[in-house]
Nanobody
């Protein structure tokens, strides 16, 4: 069993920055990938950024050049640095982890953190 806990959301103005953090804890053998998804009202949850254990990174086109994902393996933590924020980035951001425990690999989600960007 694993747990993901996010922090760092909030209210900012357009053009400003925020940094999200997500820490995984529990009976973790390894983490194959961690990342961030977001969901705004009336829309489906979408991938924002993902980083694998091999440091392969994928970004949504809408955030390329503005967001940076990184991870601290020793701490089972992933970060999302969000710069030049736009009102359309407003959403609940969810941390995702492909985590290997004694039960095998499963997908785990954090509780979500609200990011609001005002114009």
């Amino acid at each position: 069993q694993a747990h993901l806990v996010e922090s760092g959301g909030g209210l900012v103005q357009a053009g400003e920055s925020l940094r999200l953090s997500c820490a995984a804890s529990g009976s973790i053998d390894s983490i194959d990938a961690m990342g961030w998804y977001r969901q705004s009202p009336g829309k489906q949850r979408e991938l924002v950024a993902l980083i694998t254990s091999q440091d392969i990174i994928h970004y949504a086109d809408s955030v390329k050049g503005r967001f940076t994902i990184s991870r601290a393996n020793a701490k089972n933590t992933v970060y999302l640095q969000m710069n030049s924020l736009k009102p359309e980035d407003t959403a609940v951001y969810y941390c995702y982890g492909a985590v290997v425990t004694t039960r095998g690999e499963n997908a785990y989600w954090g509780q979500g953190t609200q990011v609001t960007v005002s114009s």
